[in-house]
């Protein structure tokens, strides 16, 4: 044998011994260090209680359990139940938009309607001071405008008619007192300043008063027609400023502490989009609707050009005051349940999950969160439904799988000696199929067994074991041996 073959068999030797070596080398000997350090090595994203998953927080502590709380590792994460991977192209097919969860101020804008309403403040009624008829009425409908020192209606009343008498005959009699007399009682049944010099003039008593108008406005309310009778009590008309007007806004009970006088608030009409007016909050009424369930606010505008008119819809916004710092999210990425809200997490690398949280107040297109979102973290704003539906399905399969594995019995730790035999039908039971080696007879009871029931014609003793079974402590009188 030349030195070539003696290399060429030294060589597969040492390959033979180095393979045979390598084998004998276990997986868990290379492996150990690894093992020893990985836990060092893997991120840990936060910690979480034993007990309750979304109780999170990023530091080790103790559950509201007292129960120390365990981390959760990156690579962890696809294994809690109710996390999904969807793949990119799926999520590029399925429109998935995402945003990032904020933590800032919250403006409590309150949006409602209202309706636009004459400033009470600036209502004037009409009436008499004295019994009468109508004789002339100057204004026909309701709605009329109507300018300051215009003639409203004249009256005729046998009241003023003697009381203009009385003051020409005081006038005559050159008595000062009982002019002074007359003129106050004319005074105090309506006729103005302004007449009653007219009256001094012209020494003859009219038989109708002429009212006018004390201001320009409409005519909110005509109470009367011509001829008709009327009373002090008795409202002839109202007239209303158009100068200036109130809204009347509708404010829902949740946000009814939002809201104080003082504040800007803005009104739309429908009628003339784009145009915005800005007045300011003047009351809040100290009561709620019983029916509607909203508190009325009342707000004052300047109305110059009298483009908004009584009873007109309006669109209204009020500016309350700012919150503090908030965690905030669009209100699009939010999932609204019968008693769980919930938004989709996106963890990155395709991996979704839905989580329940607590929402605050809500601010035009933002929903504050109060609990179970951080900022910074990424979620879903469009597709998250389909996203929390496939998200439901893993965490209820994740479930359903926990409770198989819990029902799966140990029959071993089963005590037979507690079982009741004569209530079982064994004449349904196959005890071919049966190991009766493993079964340990001595623990069993045979004196509460009826084999009377028992159809020994169908059972196989073939494969039963008599030498290791315990006769002695079976009752063979009770045993009926006829079936």
Same mark, same amino acid.
């Given at each position: ?15 033979? %011994? ?22 060092? &090595? ?5 910690? @979480? ?41 799926? +999520? ?20 409602? @309607? ?11 009624? %009409? ?18 405008? +109507? ?17 203009? =008498? ?40 009219? =038989?109708?008063?002429? @009212? ?55 009104? &739309? ?14 009351? +809040? ?11 009325? +606010? ?85 597709? =998250? ?8 399905? &893993? ?43 493993? #079964? ?13 029931? #028992? ?18 402590? #079976? ?7 006829? =079936?």
């Amino acid at each position: 044998m030349n030195n070539k073959s003696l290399w060429i068999i030294f060589l597969l030797a040492a390959a033979v %011994v180095g393979f045979l070596a390598g084998r004998s080398l276990g997986p868990g000997e290379s492996g150990g260090t690894t093992a020893a350090g990985g836990d060092s &090595e893997r991120e840990i994203l936060y910690w @979480v209680a034993p007990m309750d998953a979304n109780y999170r927080r990023d530091e080790p502590g103790k559950s509201p359990m007292g129960m120390d709380l365990v981390p959760v590792y990156a690579d962890e994460v696809d294994s809690q139940p109710g996390t999904v991977k969807i793949d990119p192209t799926v +999520v590029n097919n399925l429109g998935v938009r995402t945003s990032k969860a904020e933590r800032g101020e919250l403006p409590r804008h309150i949006d409602t @309607v209202g309706y636009v309403q004459f400033d009470e403040d600036t209502l004037h009624h %009409v009436h008499t001071r004295v019994d009468g008829w109508i004789e002339k009425l100057a204004t026909k409908a309701t709605g009329d405008p +109507v300018e300051k020192g215009q003639l409203l209606f004249e009256l005729y009343s046998p009241t003023l008619v003697n009381a203009k =008498q009385e003051f020409l005959a005081a006038l005559r009699s050159n008595n000062t007192v009982l002019l002074q007399a007359s003129r106050e009682r004319l005074a105090a049944l309506g006729v103005t300043e302004s007449q009653i010099k007219r009256l001094e003039q012209d020494r003859k008593a009219g =038989q109708r008063v002429r @009212v006018y108008a004390d201001a320009d406005g409409v005519i909110a309310h005509l109470g009367v027609r011509e001829g008709i009778f009327v009373t002090p009590a008795d409202e002839v008309m109202s007239i209303a400023e158009l100068d200036k007007v109130w809204v009347l806004a509708e404010v829902f009970e949740r946000e009814a502490a939002w809201v104080r006088p003082g504040q800007m608030a803005m009104v &739309e009409l429908d009628y003339l989009p784009g145009k915005m007016w800005h007045g300011t909050v003047d009351y +809040v009424y100290p009561e709620l609707d019983p029916k509607t369930r909203t508190l009325t +606010v009342r707000i004052r505008f300047d109305n110059e050009e009298e483009m908004l008119r009584p009873n007109m819809f309006a669109r209204v916004t009020i500016d309350g005051d700012d919150t503090g710092p908030v965690v905030h999210v669009p209100r699009e990425a939010v999932i609204r349940g019968g008693t769980i809200d919930r938004v989709v997490v996106a963890l990155g690398e395709g991996r979704y999950r839905s989580r329940p949280v607590t929402l605050g107040i809500e601010s035009h297109d933002r929903v504050a969160i109060r609990s179970g979102l951080e900022a910074g973290e990424e979620i879903v704003v469009s597709g =998250q439904f389909l996203i929390d539906s496939e998200s439901n399905i &893993e965490a209820a399969l994740a479930r359903m799988d926990s409770n198989n594995d819990d029902m799966q019995h140990d029959h071993s730790q089963m005590n037979h000696g507690e079982m009741n035999h004569g209530t079982m039908d064994h004449s349904q039971m196959d005890h071919g199929d049966m190991d009766h080696e493993t #079964m340990d007879h001595d623990e069993m009871d045979h004196s509460q067994m009826d084999h009377g029931d #028992m159809n020994h014609e169908d059972m196989d003793h073939s494969q039963m074991d008599h030498d290791d079974m315990d006769h002695g402590d #079976m009752d063979h009188e009770a045993m009926e041996h006829d =079936q």
